[in-house]
């Protein structure tokens, strides 16, 4: 093998090296840490919410003037649109899951303020809603028409039963999973008892810490402001969705009708930040890995022109094509290795940067190393066409004067 | 001179197109990169009142939850807010806070429509510097008075009279009716710095009403609302809460007024503790427009992480551009050659690589606008116009101006060594093989 003479070629130019290995450095750290990002971000992107999303939709009803009766009003609503052919439950809600507006409360184990509170999102809503959104409960069961009550936004919120999410049950009775049914905890002074656990719930809040804990709670607030949350037959929402805001508007002057959105809209609206960042960072990634290939191409190019001479003595002192071509691959292999090093450390330490900066999670260890190969893989394809051009140097260009 | 050096920069570009071609696509791309997200910075991280920033001050009275370390609540509660407009010891102050209603237009041609507004003192408009196309902010007694006065926009007066003069006539908001004072002209900052907490980047209210009216009117509020402690029961309740739901700006001409206000603050927070309220350790401060957007951290992660990122794609160009320069200059050892032994000075055979470096910089740099220009325009289309404002996402001038001079600067930089290493070569060998 070669190896002894082409390392001791590359350190007479040193500074052609260190330029290739500079920029491979850089386009790994740019390239791992983006693909994280974009891979953290997706996953994100695909948890379920836990509604049966593609056949959910939702629209608010708002009266005005004297006229209006909320009350009323949504009894009829609510007994119309659960009566129409194709949708299969409606409830009232305060907020709906994944769309970045909501309430959340404190929940503690005890009534004793000093205690940690632990942070939920609450559903408020009827029995219907468990059917609504389409979930899984797997612990205990819904509770009934009976437990809800009906209230005034300025009442006490004073909620004795909840169906909670798995993760908010294992946060506040760790270990105890499904078998919190039926335990306490406090929301201020007033004791809630876990009626059903459901397997999945998000809260409306897709980038907050604690995005899987949420529960349904039996109270409704009776405002101006009802919004109805509606689960249709699978391909009747389109459908449903127009005749349904239809409907409304015009049963009842008193009210406008808004905020028609289907949940497929609402994912998208609210991950929209994110799926715009991947786009940008697939973007520079393939700017990077382009720049940086044509970068090692007019290097190799240069190195060979200024080579051709020697490149002619080697071919007629009787090197094969192979050998000239292997010698180029080798040396590129050499400097990839120098930059895809100097990377290794760069895309840890922008990685801890971030990580230690944005409270986000660190990299897995296995990122660095795919990124290493890849890099390689991109210099040896970038430079088999300069290689390849080089093994072509006839052996007579050794015998001419330039 | 300087003409002849640059149209042997043309000859050389002409010599070699590929390579120079290369070149000024990577610093095109480099450089149009990073203005891309130094545009996104520039006006998201920047000062949207220049003018008057260091005169207006947020002000923060820590009413949080004394088991938690929490930082200090953005808002103030009613109970607060009510104190300090009652006090009335800034120079202009205003409490603000976002709500909606239904608007009822005149007719039956036009359906009720819900609109977002706002609640804010007379105050509002002078502090803020905001334009009025038609009439003016209602009289600092209809604060006090609770009379019904609403200024509505441009746009929503374009959309219910036609763009005409509406002032003095009657608006129907809530079920109540509201007199128009004054219409305002176009008036949208970027970032929307005086409400930070409820998204600093989508457009203004339609409507601003007297903020008292949105409690002693019921209406429907639409802004952030955050509650350590649940607010007793009863129509009162919410209002005695310890409830955040309420900002409040001041304006304080000089350093005295500033001291006297964060005095005045104190003061009132100690008499609070006395009455048992404001549990935590007094933690009362004034932030000035800037230090304000700053706290709230408006600009947003996904900015910060990409001008790193696009810090390193500049990098990567110029490292290119390096290595392209040094392959150019090397290639041309003959003809540098034959001009030394003609008796050409090293300094002119440096600024003639100078010049060389910095024309292909300046196009590298025109052709980066291009670049600029279609990014952000993808930037708009992927942020979408439903969800914020993205209307100020274009070139403007200072990204111009620093774009072209950030590409023939760096490009010249970049070349110091190549231009360094061509022009100590030694003629004699290049003439040798000649």
Same mark, same amino acid.
């Given at each position: 093998m070669e190896i002894g003479p082409i390392l001791r070629a590359l350190a007479r130019n040193k500074l052609g090296v260190m330029l290739i290995a500079l920029q491979i450095a850089f386009t790994m750290t740019v390239m791992v840490n983006a693909v994280f990002i974009i891979i953290e971000r997706s996953k994100a992107m695909a948890?379920?919410?836990? *509604?049966? $999303?593609?056949?959910t939709f939702y629209l608010s009803s708002t009266g005005f003037g004297d006229q209006f009766n909320p009350e009323v009003t949504e009894r009829d609503d609510l007994e119309l649109l659960r009566n129409t052919?194709?949708?299969i439950d409606v409830a009232p809600t305060n907020a709906i899951p994944v769309s970045g507006s909501g309430s959340s409360d404190g929940l503690r184990l005890?009534?004793?303020?000093t205690l940690p509170a632990i942070p939920a999102a609450v559903y408020y809503s009827d029995e219907h809603a468990v059917n609504t959104m389409d979930l899984? *409960?797997?612990a205990g069961e819904n509770f009934s028409s009976n437990d809800v009550l009906y209230q005034r936004p300025?009442?006490?919120?004073?909620?004795?039963k909840a169906v909670v999410s798995l993760a908010l049950a294992e946060v506040l009775f760790p270990e105890e999973g499904q078998s919190a049914v039926g335990r306490t905890f406090y929301n201020d002074s007033y004791p809630v008892q876990i009626s059903g656990i459901v397997e999945t719930l998000q809260t409306p809040?897709?980038?907050?810490?604690?995005? $899987?804990q949420a529960m349904i709670v039996p109270l409704h607030f009776i405002s101006a402001t009802s919004t109805y949350l509606i689960r249709t037959e699978p391909g009747e929402r389109d459908r449903l969705m127009v005749e349904t805001e239809e409907v409304l508007a015009t049963n009842n002057p008193n009210r406008i009708i808004r905020g028609l959105k289907s949940m497929d809209e609402t994912r998208e609206e609210s991950y929209r930040l994110d799926s715009a960042m991947a786009t940008i960072l697939f973007t520079v990634i393939a700017t990077l890995v382009f720049i940086t290939s044509m970068g090692i191409v007019g290097l190799a190019v240069f190195g060979i022109n200024r080579r051709r001479k020697q490149i002619g003595t080697r071919r007629a002192l009787g090197a094969t094509q192979v050998e000239i071509l292997r010698h180029f691959m080798i040396e590129n292999f050499f400097i990839s290795g120098v930059g895809v090093s100097l990377g290794a450390v760069f895309t840890i330490g922008f990685s801890i940067m971030l990580s230690s900066l944005f409270e986000s999670p660190t990299m897995d260890w296995y990122y660095t190393p795919v990124g290493m190969a890849i890099l390689i893989v991109i210099g040896q394809v970038a430079v088999l066409g300069p290689s390849a051009r080089a093994a072509q140097i006839q052996p007579a260009i050794a015998t001419r004067s330039i | 001179m300087f003409y002849y050096y640059l149209r042997l920069s043309a000859l050389s570009y002409r010599r070699n197109p590929i390579l120079s071609s290369l070149m000024v696509f990577a610093i095109a791309i480099g450089v149009g990169a990073y203005m891309v997200i130094f545009t996104l910075n520039y006006v998201m991280? &920047?000062?949207?009142?220049?003018?008057k920033s260091a005169e207006l001050f947020h002000v923060q009275i820590?009413?949080?939850?004394?088991?938690t370390q929490d930082d200090p609540p953005p808002q103030l509660t009613y109970l607060d807010a009510r104190a300090l407009i009652e006090a009335n010891s800034a120079f202009r102050e205003t409490p603000t806070s976002k709500m909606s209603g239904i608007l009822e237009p005149e007719g039956d041609d036009v359906r009720p429509f819900s609109i977002v507004g706002r609640g804010s003192s007379a105050d509002f408009f002078p502090m803020f510097n905001v334009p009025f196309l038609y009439g003016t902010p209602w009289d600092g007694s209809a604060d006090r008075n609770l009379q019904q006065v609403v200024v509505i926009t441009k746009e929503l007066n374009e959309r219910?009279?036609?763009?005409?003069?509406?002032?003095?006539k009657t608006l129907r908001l809530h079920g109540y009716s509201f007199q128009i004072t004054g219409v305002l002209d176009d008036w949208s900052p970027v970032?929307?710095?005086?409400?930070?907490?409820?998204?600093?980047?989508e457009g203004s209210e339609e409507v601003f009403i007297?903020?008292?009216?949105?409690t002693s009117l019921e209406f429907p509020r639409n802004g952030n609302t955050s509650c350590w402690k649940a607010p007793e029961p009863g129509p009162d309740g919410f209002l005695n809460s310890e409830c955040v739901w309420v900002q409040y700006w001041v304006e304080l001409r000089d350093s005295d007024e500033e001291a006297d206000y964060l005095q005045f603050l104190n003061n009132y927070a100690a008499q609070q503790k006395e009455f &048992?309220?404001?549990?935590?350790e007094m933690n009362n401060g004034l932030f000035d427009v800037e230090e304000w957007l700053l706290k709230q951290e408006v600009l947003p992660n996904e900015t910060k992480i990409l001008s790193a990122l696009a810090a390193m794609l500049l990098a990567v160009c110029l490292l290119n551009t390096i290595g392209l320069l040094l392959s150019k200059f090397l290639g041309k050892s003959g003809e540098i050659g034959v001009r030394q032994a003609l008796g050409a000075h090293k300094g002119s055979l440096f600024l003639q690589h100078v010049i060389e470096a910095g024309f292909i910089g300046l196009l590298g740099g025109l052709l980066g606008l291009v670049v600029a220009a279609a990014g952000l325009e993808g930037i708009k289309i992927l942020l979408?116009?439903?969800?914020?404002?993205?209307?100020?996402i274009q070139l403007n001038p200072t990204v111009v101006a620093v774009t072209l001079l950030l590409a023939v600067f760096a490009t010249i930089a970049a070349g110091f060594y190549p231009i360094w290493r061509a022009c100590n070569i030694n003629p004699a060998i290049h003439l040798k093989t000649q």
């Open positions: 948890r379920p919410s836990g *509604l049966d $999303e593609p056949n052919p194709g949708i005890d009534d004793d303020p899984k *409960l797997i300025s009442d006490r919120r004073g909620y004795t809040w897709p980038t907050s810490s604690f995005t $899987e | 991280g &920047g000062n949207p009142i220049p003018q820590d009413s949080g939850n004394p088991n219910l009279y036609g763009g005409n003069d509406s002032t003095g970032p929307k710095f005086y409400d930070v907490n409820n998204n600093a980047f007297p903020w008292n009216l949105i &048992g309220r404001l549990p935590r979408g116009e439903d969800l914020m404002r993205t209307d100020w």
